[in-house]
């Protein structure tokens, strides 16, 4: 073992009260002595022959037994105890800590939980006087590092005193009581004290009662609480009282700890916690020796993983940890904190905290400075478990620098804000822009508009609702951006005027400003989702991870979203605020070019299939609480483009219901079940409606029910169904997690479709005859407009579905990989087996992608379904730059469209005729 400090060594050896002990033993113990001075007074005191015995051994349940023993005694023999247990305690863990290569954080969590025990020792102590008047007891609430089980050496304890009593009556008590505990605990005398006790950290400080009702609480930290005191109750733990009392007042303090949004008014709190944190570490650690106060010390770390807890927290309830380590290993998880990083966090505290209780070990003083005499700084190393003190100022510089470097790097500076200081009015914010206006090409009537908006907002959010303006002008002012966006801009800030949380939030996410311009820039309908449910920007500003190829992450959420929602219409305005979100964020993937069309039409296919089936359940829930539901197997078929997995924006959701049920009631829960699905989905709000749903591709029709038994869709597609219908056919898929029910419908589906071959003439000539009766009906105006019917016109994609469809009828029997639902991935197959020219095929495939692309920008800037362009429409140069086409090139990208509608209907005629 080594020695830490010579002279104690030697002072204990030649001590003639020890030399009776063995020499092994007596050498361990004089190493223990060596520790420090205070070891050296603590180990003296002590049966040694106990200590030997148990030095490695910290066992809770012992020490509250032994506590429980004498809590009978007088207060002076009580209190005489108890030091007498926390020194024999503290001792066994500074021997552990520094000989046995304890992990610090055990050291800590013991340091806790010995003050946990005693705590709870004197609780129980004083209950026995005010039990018997009050009937209540107080609750004891640790904070700080008490509370997170990371308390050091020689540390206060931080508490704060809780009761949910109201009557005047008591308060008193329960101040006398808290104080009665506090004496006890800060007793101080020859056998040394048991803690130092600080409720400052309390609501009000010291101008307030000791001990505070629950109602008093929650009152003052909604009224007055500020940002330091949101850290502070990071770390409450409950010690003693009752447990319920506490679950309710933080279920009730969560909302207030934990911020929905991180907004300006919160980041600038921190910003001036951390400017704070920086004064004093300059202030109080000129020679940087401080390890907890000076920079790159203790409190800069912990205030980095706080800060974190506290912005993020909101959103993700896995923040919400009480531990340092337990905190940074979830930030690390959920992706805010790379992984070196956290690990060098984890690494750095626990060396910090390490050397913050070398020192405290000198003397049980509450110190934080390195000592400047050498001799004692080798001292400090030694406890650390170093030899070479060189190696010991090197690695501590190493840390600390890393920590400071985390510290700066939090929240970013201070932006400059230009002269958006002490806004009052309308004539202060157009003073400060004024030579911004000048480079802004935006429209008098529009800046005028924004000025004036600035006089519609309470004083406190002026100077925010100048930042936003500022930073929309500096956005826009390199642009020349159309009137129309500059509108639906001028639009969306009046109504964010009504909501200025909004302001707060775009104030400090600077890059959703930017993101807003190119929304109403790209996609008017974008904008337009945005302007009439400005909450969207909630979503849009969680950093997620949702995987969107997978339907049953879109699913997950939506259910995550909906935990602790009971009411149905709040459930609904949820989802489809989160469905226009989505929207929003897969819009932004696609027009900066992050995923392309076909993972487009894929994300937007398996958010609507979660929509829909989260939309089910809870509609099951309300039906059957007036209707008895049956035993059944239940599916839906999805059709079309949700089948096929190609949703755009504003596509219908084409749907067939097929159940299975012995019960003469289902055919009528089903029918109220749909029904109520249908009018949920297609409703219009606020926020919009969900999907249109569209049933016309069920059995019969829409002349046939709402819901289809599995035995008469079988029935119907076996001896009634048409061509048309079973070119449909190829497209469905059963919606939701696979079961033996959706594998036997799949399994008939593909019997239908591909047992056999159609004959060729006969398929061939009922394609054609449905293909013309689609393009008179829905086309007609293409041959005699000046128009392009994208879809149902002259090679348009109807024809490229058309043929697709032909081939998996008349070969699919034959060629398996051609039965696939997907369109993508239908023309690579086909390409492999080689039953077309593959030129061809990759011309079709161009083709369909060149169209399909068409309809997206229709639709992103029309913000409805419609196929047709007119040639000479003002939509043209949008479509043709949404298209990749410059802007001097849209009538190359007007005569490319006709010779492609040209070439498909070549094929369409070569292929359905040949």
């Known amino acids: 073992m080594r020695i830490i400090d010579e002279e104690l060594y030697h002072k204990f050896l030649e001590n003639e009260e020890f030399k009776g002990l063995e020499k092994k033993q007596r050498e361990f113990l004089a190493c223990v002595a060596s520790i420090s001075p205070f070891a050296y007074r603590t180990l003296i005191k002590q049966d040694l022959k106990n200590f030997l015995n148990n030095f490695s051994i910290f066992n809770p349940e012992s020490i509250e037994s032994e506590i429980l023993n004498f809590s009978n005694s007088d207060e002076e023999s009580f209190l005489k105890s108890l030091k007498e247990i926390k020194y024999r305690e503290l001792l066994k863990i500074i021997t552990r800590d520094v000989f046995f290569n304890q992990d610090v954080l055990q050291t800590l969590k013991e340091l806790s939980q010995l003050a946990d025990l005693i705590i709870k020792g004197v609780f129980d102590f004083t209950s026995r006087i005010f039990l018997k008047k009050i009937g209540n007891p107080i609750c004891l609430i640790a904070m700080g590092k008490l509370g997170s089980f990371e308390l050091n050496f020689s540390s206060d304890i931080d508490i704060m005193y809780v009761h949910d009593s109201e009557s005047v009556e008591f308060e008193e008590d329960y101040n006398k009581w808290a104080l009665k505990i506090n004496k006890l605990l800060s007793h101080y005398n020859q ?35 500020e940002t330091w005191q949101r850290i502070a109750l990071l770390r409450a733990r409950l010690v003693c009282g009752k447990q319920d009392i506490f679950d309710g007042l933080f279920s009730e303090l969560n909302q207030y700890i934990y911020r929905k949004y991180v907004d300006f008014t919160m980041v600038n709190e921190l910003r001036e916690l951390k400017l704070k944190i920086n004064r004093e570490s300059l202030a109080r650690d000129l020679e940087g020796r401080n390890i907890k106060l000076g920079m790159g010390g203790i409190r800069e770390l912990e205030f980095f993983v706080q800060t974190l807890q506290i912005m993020f927290g909101g959103k993700n309830k896995k923040l919400r940890v009480l531990h340092i380590i337990d905190a940074i290993n979830a930030l690390k998880r959920e992706k805010i904190l790379e992984d070196h990083e956290a690990i060098k966090l984890i690494d750095s505290y626990k060396f910090l905290r390490k050397v913050e209780n070398a020192i405290q070990m000198e003397d049980e003083q509450q110190v934080y400075m390195l000592p400047n005499d050498k001799k004692k700084l080798v001292m400090v190393a030694k406890r650390c478990g170093y030899d070479v003190l060189d190696k010991f100022v090197e690695d501590l510089d190493d840390y600390r620098k890393f920590v400071s470097k985390m510290f700066a790097n939090l929240l970013g500076e201070r932006e400059d804000r230009g002269n958006i200081k002490g806004i009052e009015n309308s004539e202060d914010l157009e003073r400060s822009i004024v030579d911004l206006i000048k480079k802004v090409n935006m429209g008098n009537e529009n800046i005028k508009e924004l000025i004036k908006q600035v006089d519609r907002l309470s004083i406190k959010y002026r100077e925010t609702y100048g930042i936003v303006v500022r930073e929309l002008l500096m956005k826009l002012r390199d642009y020349n951006y159309s009137e129309d966006v500059m509108n639906k801009l001028t639009e969306f800030m009046k109504v964010l005027i009504k909501k200025p949380v909004y302001l707060s939030l775009l104030a400090e996410n600077k890059k959703i400003i930017e993101m807003l311009i190119h929304f109403f820039s790209a996609s008017p309908f974008l904008g337009r989702i945005l302007i009439n449910s400005p909450e969207t920007l909630d979503f849009l500003l969680i950093k997620d991870d949702i995987q969107r190829d997978i339907w049953y992450e879109y699913f997950k959420t939506t259910q995550s979203l909906l935990n602790n929602i009971d009411d149905f219409e709040i459930q609904m305005k949820v989802i489809r605020q989160y469905k226009n979100s989505e929207w929003l964020k897969i819009g932004m993937l696609y027009s900066n070019n992050i995923i392309g069309l076909e993972e487009l039409e894929l994300y937007l296919t398996n958010l609507a299939e979660a929509c829909l089936l989260s939309v089910m359940d809870l509609c099951k829930k309300l039906v059957a609480q007036k209707i008895s539901e049956p035993r059944q197997d239940v599916a839906i078929i999805g059709m079309g483009k ?206 369909y992608i060149f169209l399909k692309k068409i309809d997206m920008a229709l639709r992103l800037m029309l913000g409805y379904s419609k196929h047709s362009i007119k040639m000479e429409s003002e939509n043209i140069l949008n479509i043709a730059t949404f298209m990749g086409y410059k802007k001097d090139k849209s009538k190359k990208f007007l005569e490319d469209l006709k010779k492609l509608k040209k070439e498909v209907r070549k094929k369409f005629i070569k292929i359905l005729n040949g």
């Open 191 to 225: 056998d040394g004290f048991l803690y130092r006790v600080d409720n400052d950290i309390r609501p009000g400080g010291k101008s307030s009662p000791l001990s505070m009702s629950v109602k008093a609480v929650m009152n003052f930290y909604a009224l007055y609480g």
């Open 642 to 847: 949700l089948g096929s997995m190609e949703m755009n924006y504003f596509s219908d959701l084409d749907l067939i219901f097929l159940y299975c049920s012995e019960d003469e009631n289902a055919g009528y829960f089903n029918t109220k079940l749909f029904q109520k699905v249908i009018s949920t989905l297609t409703i219009v709000t606020e926020e919009g409606s969900l999907y249109e749903v569209d049933m016309r591709l069920r059995p019969t029709g829409s002349q046939g029910p709402l819901v289809t038994t599995f035995n008469n869709f079988k029935e119907y597609h076996l001896r009634s169904s048409w061509i048309f219908e079973k070119q449909a056919l190829t497209r469905a898929r059963v919606l939701g997690e696979n079961n033996k029910f959706h594998e036997e419908i799949e399994s008939f589906i593909k019997d239908v479709l591909y047992s056999k071959p159609f004959e060729e003439d006969y398929l061939k000539r009922e394609i054609r005859n449905m293909r013309k009766k689609i393009e008179d009906e829905l086309a007609s105006k293409e041959k005699v407009m000046d128009m392009f019917e994208i879809k149902y016109g002259q090679g348009g994609l109807t024809d490229i579905e058309f043929i697709i469809q032909y081939l998996k009828l008349r070969y699919g029997a034959v060629y398996k990989e051609l039965q696939h639902i997907s369109t993508y991935k239908f023309f690579k197959k086909l390409k492999e087996v080689g039953l077309i020219d593959i030129n061809t095929v990759s011309e079709l495939e161009n083709s």
